[in-house]
């Protein structure tokens, strides 16, 4: 079991930054794939960027390359979401997920099993 709490969320202008983090509990957080989601109003869920469990693999969408990254702390099992230039197209609601042990980073929500709670990122123009 682990249980996950995002953290970080908050409003910012366009252009500004924020940094996203993911508390984990539980043995599991050094050994999954882990990877953020979003979505914004009315819209479905999508994955923004994604990183393999000993953190040398990453995925990036499209729309986030360049201006965001995603890192994880082994140690204090916690994810982060480091997120530069952000635009009005940025706000949603952000989830960390953990997939299971031992696999690659997927963009695919069906991959991960663990969800938090969300966390609002709403970004003026």
């Known amino acids: 079991q682990v249980q996950l709490v995002e953290s970080g969320g908050g409003l910012v202008q366009a252009g500004g930054s924020l940094r996203l983090s993911c508390a984990a509990s539980?043995?599991?957080?050094?050994?999954?794939?882990m990877a953020w989601f979003r979505q914004p109003p009315g819209k479905e869920r999508e994955c923004v960027a994604a990183i393999s469990w000993i953190g040398t693999s990453t995925y990036y969408a499209d729309s986030v390359k360049g201006r965001f990254t995603i890192s994880r702390d082994n140690p204090k099992n916690t994810l982060y979401l480091q997120m530069n230039g952000l635009k009005p197209e940025d706000t949603a609601v952000f989830y960390c997920?953990?997939?299971?042990?031992?696999?690659?980073?997927?963009?695919?929500?069906?991959?991960?099993?663990?969800w938090g709670q969300g966390t609002q990122v709403t970004v003026s123009s």
């Open positions: 539980g043995r599991t957080f050094s050994r999954s794939a």
């Open positions: 997920a953990a997939g299971p042990q031992y696999t690659e980073p997927t963009h695919y929500a069906t991959t991960y099993i663990y």
